[in-house]
């Protein structure tokens, strides 16, 4: 393993842009709390910090994280290092308003999904505000507004580019439709999708689009919510307003089909010298369908763990054995 955290971090570049950043990105929206259980802002601050020291550059964080808790957060850690880093943020999931359509309530607060230039405007001034920057590296649509068009969107993350507070435009949770729409009135430099060894859809939907008009893609949850950082204890409980509490994919019938797919892997993990987790991030990024793996992190330890898997080659054996396992053992999850 020691060699594996030695190694050099892969990099990649977002899309027309030019942005040079890691494969490895952090994502942090445990950080700002809701749906994770709670947030603990002195170990988040710890990881961020890791995770530069481990060459990571790409910081992923959004309004929507916290109700700015995830940006300010990322903004206070930065201090000093702001140029180390890739700041990647959103717009579209506002509290400020009512304007568009209701998403869901996040402490007491609506949120709505809502891309109106004039909010978008609004929503950029208080990201740079938390972030404490005077640029956002990469500015991400979060969710799609059915009420919003495309071009009035897309006009006003184009003058906030010329105006130099975003340096590239990103869109998330979209369709190929509407990303074809965006990229009608101009350059889109990345897309951020839900990607895993369970979550191969943008495989048949985005790639091909965005391999074809050089839109880098970001994928998230690129161990599922931690369902595929390892086995899990079955006695393990997630508690409070933790999404994993209610969601099905982390039965006690699915983890034991876990326990079956990492058993099956054992001698791959130990070939390459690696955790599980790191082997799932590393199967991510050699895929070839993402350019950046997002992986969430709340302390140190995680951060250093997620990171040194952007150092890791897997042999193309490696790698149909991974997609061979899975779909013997993980089809049916859900």
Same mark, same amino acid.
């Given at each position: 393993?020691?060699?594996?955290?030695?190694?050099?971090?892969?990099?990649?570049?977002?899309?027309?842009?030019?942005?040079?950043?890691?494969?490895?990105?952090?994502?942090?929206?445990?950080?700002?709390?809701?749906?994770?259980?709670?947030?603990?802002?002195a170990a988040a601050t710890e990881a961020i910090a890791a995770?530069?020291?481990?060459?990571?550059?790409?910081?992923?964080?959004?309004?929507?994280?916290?109700?700015?808790?995830?940006?300010?957060?990322?903004?206070?850690?930065?201090?000093?290092?702001?140029?180390?880093?890739?700041?990647?943020?959103?717009?579209?999931?506002?509290?400020?308003?009512?304007?568009?359509?209701?998403?869901?309530?996040?402490?007491?607060?609506?949120?709505?999904?809502?891309?109106?230039?004039?909010?978008?405007?609004?929503?950029?001034?208080?990201?740079?505000?938390?972030?404490?920057?005077?640029y956002i590296d990469l500015y991400i649509t979060h969710w799609?507004?059915?009420?919003?068009?495309?071009?009035?969107?897309?006009?006003?993350?184009?003058?906030?580019?010329?105006?130099?507070?975003?340096?590239?435009?990103?869109?998330? #949770? =979209? !369709?190929?439709?509407?990303?074809?729409?965006?990229? $009608?009135?101009?350059? %889109?430099?990345? /897309?951020?999708?839900?990607?895993?060894?369970?979550?191969?859809?943008?495989?048949?939907?985005?790639?091909?689009?965005?391999?074809?008009?050089?839109?880098?893609?970001?994928?998230?949850?690129?161990?599922?919510?931690?369902?595929?950082?390892?086995?899990?204890?079955?006695?393990?409980?997630?508690?409070?307003?933790?999404?994993?509490?209610?969601?099905?994919?982390?039965?006690?019938?699915?983890?034991?089909?876990?326990?079956?797919?990492?058993?099956?892997?054992?001698?791959?993990?130990?070939?390459?010298?690696?955790?599980?987790g790191q082997l799932m991030i590393a199967w991510t990024v050699?895929?070839? #369908? =993402? !350019?950046?793996?997002?992986?969430?992190?709340?302390? $140190?330890?995680?951060? %250093?763990?997620? /990171?040194?898997?952007?150092?890791?080659?897997?042999?193309?054996?490696?790698?149909?054995?991974?997609?061979?396992?899975?779909?013997?053992?993980?089809?049916?999850?859900?």
């Amino acid at each position: 393993m020691n060699a594996v955290l030695n190694a050099e971090m892969k990099t990649t570049t977002l899309g027309p842009s030019g942005i040079e950043c890691s494969a490895i990105g952090l994502g942090t929206w445990a950080m700002g709390g809701w749906m994770w259980g709670g947030q603990d802002s002195a170990a988040a601050t710890e990881a961020i910090a890791a995770s530069l020291d481990a060459g990571v550059t790409l910081i992923d964080t959004a309004p929507a994280y916290g109700l700015g808790a995830s940006e300010n957060i990322v903004g206070a850690a930065l201090k000093g290092r702001r140029h180390e880093a890739v700041i990647a943020t959103k717009c579209g999931l506002v509290w400020h308003t009512q304007k568009g359509t209701h998403f869901f309530d996040e402490d007491g607060h609506p949120v709505y999904r809502y891309l109106g230039r004039e909010s978008i405007f609004h929503e950029a001034e208080e990201s740079l505000k938390r972030l404490q920057t005077d640029y956002i590296d990469l500015y991400i649509t979060h969710w799609q507004d059915g009420t919003t068009p495309v071009e009035e969107t897309m006009d006003a993350l184009l003058t906030l580019k010329r105006q130099g507070k975003i340096r590239a435009i990103g869109v998330s #949770n =979209v !369709s190929a439709e509407t990303l074809s729409e965006y990229l $009608r009135y101009g350059p %889109v430099d990345a /897309a951020q999708e839900r990607y895993s060894l369970i979550d191969r859809e943008i495989e048949h939907t985005l790639t091909p689009l965005c391999s074809q008009h050089n839109v880098a893609m970001l994928g998230y949850s690129s161990l599922a919510l931690g369902l595929l950082a390892g086995p899990i204890d079955p006695a393990r409980e997630f508690t409070g307003d933790d999404q994993r509490a209610t969601n099905p994919r982390f039965s006690t019938a699915n983890r034991a089909k876990l326990k079956a797919f990492f058993e099956e892997l054992e001698p791959v993990r130990n070939q390459i010298g690696c955790s599980f987790g790191q082997l799932m991030i590393a199967w991510t990024v050699a895929s070839g #369908n =993402v !350019s950046v793996a997002l992986c969430g992190a709340r302390v $140190r330890q995680q951060a %250093v763990e997620n /990171a040194a898997a952007g150092a890791i080659d897997i042999p193309r054996e490696a790698v149909q054995r991974i997609d061979d396992a899975a779909a013997r053992h993980l089809r049916a999850l859900g």
